[in-house]
């Protein structure tokens, strides 16, 4: 059990560092979309998905049961060439509220324009509602807008105009500066994420400052029996100055077990010899501070 827990513990928090780095990156993609102007429909927790959460303006906030990472879904990022029939479609959508698969596709045998395309890339602009219905097939439903409660029938006096002002909140229509800082955002709150977690690591735990003042004495070791006590200052060993902690840790390793060193200390300032005999410790000699 120990071992299987020792295997999976660092698996599940490598996966929460991970899905915390991706949350912040799509973070950035998101503060950076909504500063440009552009729509975000979702900005979730998560794998995409069944989602649960809360909606503010045109963006759902909330979380998916996959909890790995996360992601922003920006107007207008799914196609890439803008269908010249959008204002028909909608048109036409408008003219009955709402329209499923199967009607989407008997106007377009009527209309000769590909309908489900342009109101499929209309929902990926959050212009219209798509929702997916138990048969695996669409529902297409115009919002709640202007008195018109959603899937209302409503004649567009100006589809055309519809279709531009929705235009300019899509990454599709965004400015060539816009869509690169949106891009780009994400990249820049991972580091700025970085800096914050570093800044508040030493503030909080500070720098690690090795020292060659002893902070305790192993019960039963060699420095023990010795006499070495804590508050020593570790001077030399045999005689060679001990100018840090990872020098005094390399001349001891230089020994083996059973080896006699003289370790000399400052106590209250004065300068004191001891003789250590030194322990195995099934790897390396060891003194025991």
């Given at each position: 059990m120990q071992i299987l827990l020792g295997i999976l513990s660092p698996i599940f928090w490598g996966l929460v560092m991970f899905s915390l780095i991706v949350f912040v990156h799509e973070a950035g993609h998101f503060t950076a979309a909504r500063l440009c102007g552009m729509r975000v429909r979702e900005f979730m927790l998560g794998l995409?998905?069944?989602n649960i959460g809360f909606r503010i303006g045109d963006t759902k906030f909330g979380v998916?049961?996959?909890l790995l990472g996360g992601y922003a879904l920006v107007a207008?990022?799914?196609f890439e060439?803008?269908?010249p029939t959008l204002a028909r479609s909608l048109a036409l959508l408008a003219e009955v509220g709402s329209m499923g698969t199967a009607a989407v596709q008997d106007?377009?045998?009527q209309t000769g324009i590909d309908v489900e395309?342009?109101?499929d890339q209309l929902a990926d602009w959050g212009t219209i509602v798509r929702k997916r219905q138990k048969d695996g097939l669409y529902l297409y439903t115009m919002p709640a807008s202007g008195g018109f409660s959603a899937g209302e029938a409503r004649v567009l006096a100006n589809p055309e105009g519809l279709i531009s002002s929705e235009r300019k909140?899509?990454?599709l229509g965004a400015p060539y500066h816009q869509r690169v800082l949106m891009l780009v955002n994400g990249a820049i709150f991972n580091l700025i994420f970085a800096i914050i977690v570093f800044s508040a690591a030493m503030m909080l735990i500070g720098d690690i400052q090795l020292s060659t003042v002893i902070d305790s004495v192993t019960a039963g070791s060699p420095a023990e029996a010795a006499g070495i006590q804590a508050g020593d200052e570790l001077s030399a060993i045999d005689g060679k100055a001990v100018g840090d902690w990872n020098g005094f840790y390399e001349i001891i390793g230089s020994h083996q077990p059973g080896d006699t060193v003289t370790v000399t200390v400052f106590r209250n300032g004065v300068p004191v010899d001891f003789k250590v005999v030194?322990?195995?410790s099934g790897e390396r000699a060891f003194v025991g501070v």
């Open positions: 995409p998905g069944p998916t049961p996959f207008g990022m799914q060439v803008e269908s106007s377009a045998q395309g342009d109101l909140l899509t990454y030194l322990a195995d």
